[in-house]
């Protein structure tokens, strides 16, 4: 997997103080995409091991409480991304105290997700889903583009990286 780029500290993609990782790779192509440079799988960076101990290590600074992970791009939820955000999203489970919440921006709707892309969403918090359809663009939306687009809040209450430690 490519990334795009990574924010250590963002205030407007998801709630509080986060990082955001914009992910590269998409082929849903919406019409007036936000980020189109990002289509490419092979634009931006090689994200390895080394950009997750700088996003875990973020995460765990104590010196600037952030919240959580916004996984945005870019398609997170491209089977070609998947892999490499599964290693990562476990990654934080367990070794980021306190618990941060992960949100996850995906032009497929949760209906549509195959097992290997449920398997991310079982680790996150929340995951806005739907293709941007400029014809339903709406700026007064929280964390959407487009009115089609819908928050899905999950109840992690019973999540496991919440029993441990
Ligand atoms: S899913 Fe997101 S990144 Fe992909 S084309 Fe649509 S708006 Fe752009």
Redesign the pocket.
């Given at each position: 997997m490519n990334y795009y780029k990574y924010i250590p500290i963002d205030v407007v993609n998801g709630p509080g103080t986060r990082c955001t990782l914009f992910v590269c790779g998409?082929?849903?192509?919406?019409k007036?995409?936000?980020?189109?440079a990002?289509?490419p799988f092979d634009a931006g960076f090689p994200f390895g091991e080394d950009q997750e101990d700088r996003i875990i290590s973020d995460l765990n600074d104590t010196r600037i409480h952030r919240r959580g992970l916004s996984l945005?791009?870019?398609?997170p939820l491209h089977p070609r991304n998947v892999p490499a955000l599964l290693h990562l999203v476990r990654r934080i489970r367990t070794e980021c105290s306190p618990v941060k919440d992960i949100w996850l921006?995906?032009?497929f709707v949760l209906d549509e997700l195959n097992a290997e892309q449920r398997q991310l969403i079982d680790l996150v918090d929340v995951m806005i889903d739907g293709?941007?359809v400029l014809e339903l663009k709406d700026p007064k939306l929280d964390w959407r583009?487009s009115s089609n687009q819908v928050i899905h809040e999950f109840d992690r209450s019973n999540a496991w990286w919440k029993k441990q430690g």
């Open positions: 998409c082929e849903h192509h919406c007036g995409c936000y980020n189109q990002t289509w945005s791009g870019g398609e921006w995906s032009g293709k941007f583009g």
